[in-house]
């Protein structure tokens, strides 16, 4: 039996961070990178939109959320070719250690849509 989950729409999200804190230069650079890797991913099949938001608590960590038509779209993108060279500018951002919290509020920063 299917229960339709793979046909829905999937969002996916991305947790980066400021590094230095004391830099204020760093949030800006944070955010460049963030316009330069949705405008490469602009026309990539199956992206419907993506936004940066910044957690109310604390404003050094961020999260990219995109969201795909549905899971066939975004793996089939995340397989390809071009994903890494799309992605790269936000990458060194990467936080491989969110809050821990059970949730976060964010605030938009940012967004992009087809």
């Known amino acids: 039996m299917s229960t339709g989950i793979e046909r829905g729409t999937?969002?996916?999200?991305i947790y980066v961070r400021?590094?230095?804190?004391q830099d204020p230069d760093e949030v800006e650079k944070l955010?460049?990178?963030?316009?330069?890797?949705?405008?490469a991913l602009q026309g990539t099949s199956g992206l419907l939109r993506n936004e940066l938001l910044r957690d109310l608590k604390e404003p050094v960590r961020f999260a990219?959320?995109?969201?795909?038509?549905?899971?066939?779209?975004?793996?089939?993108?995340e397989e390809g070719a071009?994903?890494?060279g799309q992605t790269?500018?936000?990458?060194?951002?990467a936080d491989p250690s969110p809050s821990g919290r059970p949730f976060a509020v964010y605030d938009v920063i940012?967004?992009?849509?087809t």
């Open 64 to 77: 990219v959320l995109s969201e795909w038509e549905d899971r066939h779209a975004f793996l089939e993108w």
């Open 110 to 113: 940012a967004a992009y849509s």
């Open 82 to 84: 071009r994903h890494k």
């Open 10 to 13: 999937v969002r996916v999200t």
């Open 31 to 39: 955010v460049r990178a963030y316009h330069e890797s949705s405008k």
């Open 88 to 93: 790269a500018p936000i990458r060194e951002f």
């Open 18 to 21: 400021v590094r230095n804190e």
